[in-house]
């Protein structure tokens, strides 16, 4: 299988100057993954050693609450990547700089706003009930909400930068930011959990949010007095006139974004209500096995994004067919190695995670099903995005908005475990492995019209 994958790598997309940057950045990219998964298989076990079962199901379940604001951006960071990279080819930085700061403006103005709304009403909400816990105090919930939630929504503020990384096809250098602040993370925990008696919900929430937050703060000057100076954002370059073209696109990818959260943010909550928080546990560690190969593969997908918006705006259709076909055949060896994966899970657990937890077969093979059903996908997928033709995405993704929550419990309570909310998912999702492939070969092929070509 390796050698397989090394023979595609080594052809993919021929040997053009995009075609080289995007191995180049792959090569990078899933070297730095290595390391961030590694740091990531061993945080789970620490945090559970380091709270309980319980806590940490409440820290999970937290976290999915507070993800559910991150669509607030409505889109424009994914906007503003594709008209970067078209100002980029175009060779106008001026209008590149302008896209960048108005960005930042918009981002910074909703985020910081809706700081200042929740320091107002969180008092009056009830955690407790929303997380069906009864372990940790009213007034514990609030200071943690409080600060983590503050710490959280700044991020998306200073993560914008990455998303310029991604923009010049340079994603490993995202992907670097973001496995600095994740190692800084562990090290800190475990310097808690080795030096403290109990473990403390507050500072874990504050230490998994603010080192990420403080590494993307130091990135960001970074960027924009190095490399990026000529895109420095400034208030004398935002340009309200950009708006409408940035969430033009920005508001599809914001309802796709709404989509992707409901999807997998909701599904905490809803294990939480139908279970336990324990059970939150147990659905996101089998979440993270068979996360593995969907992040490996994104680390190839990363920079096509934006290759395809560069390619197609070029009209560099053979480029694009060529790094297809080869996208797919890495597609099948992906769903092989999951295969293998699902066979060796049960001992893999057991050298994993020990005996603090059990993994049900039918949840390790749902997931595996959801995680084969996404590396087909994905090359669709950010063809589809990189394009821009994403009228279609986003009303399948309202189809699935409207059937997942009623489905999820349904078949929560048919199945009589969180194994129902991951089968959704694949049920929900395997509706695009007709519609994405069949929008693809119209645009590429010069034949889309009406809703295929908007």
Known sequence: MFNHFRKIYNDFGGQSQRSVSVKKEVAYSFLIKIVSVFIGVLLVPLLIDYLDNERYGVWLTLSSVFAWFSFFDIGIGNGMRNKLVEALANNNKLLAREYVSTTYGVISVIFISIIL?????????????????????????????????????????????GVVYIAVQKPSINNAIITIGTIISFLIILALYKLTNSGSLLLLGIVLTGAPLIVLIGATFYAFSGEFKFLRPSIS??????????????????????????????????????????????????????????????????????????AYAKNDIIWLKATLKKLNKLSLLFAAGIV???????????????????????LSASMACFAVINVFLAPYTNFINGIGKIRFSMYLVIFTLIFYVPLAFLLSRLVGSSAGIIITTCILNATGLYFQPYQVNKLLNKKAYGIWNK
Do not use: C
């Not at 059970?279 to 992040?295: F, H, S």
């Not at 293998?340 to 039918?362: A, H, N, Q, T, Y």
């Open 237 to 310: 370059h935002v340009r309200f006139i950009h708006i409408k073209s940035l969430l033009n696109l920005g508001l599809k990818f914001f309802v796709i974004q709404i989509a992707a959260i409901l999807l997998f943010s909701s599904a905490n909550i809803i294990i939480s209500q139908l279970f336990s928080a324990a059970e939150v546990v147990v659905y996101n560690t089998a979440l993270i096995y068979y996360q593995l190969p969907i992040m490996v593969y994104a680390i190839v997908m990363t920079p096509i994004w934006s290759a395809v918006t560069d």
């Open 340 to 362: 293998m994966m699902l066979v060796s899970s049960k001992f893999i657990f057991k050298l994993w995670i020990g005996d603090r937890i059990e993994i049900p077969f039918i």
């Open 117 to 161: 709304i929740f320091q107002i009403v969180n008092p009056y909400i009830n955690w407790q009930s929303i997380l069906n816990v009864t372990i940790i105090s009213a007034n514990e919930l609030y200071v943690l909400t409080t600060a983590v939630f503050t710490i959280f929504l700044l991020r998306f503020i200073f993560q914008i930068t």
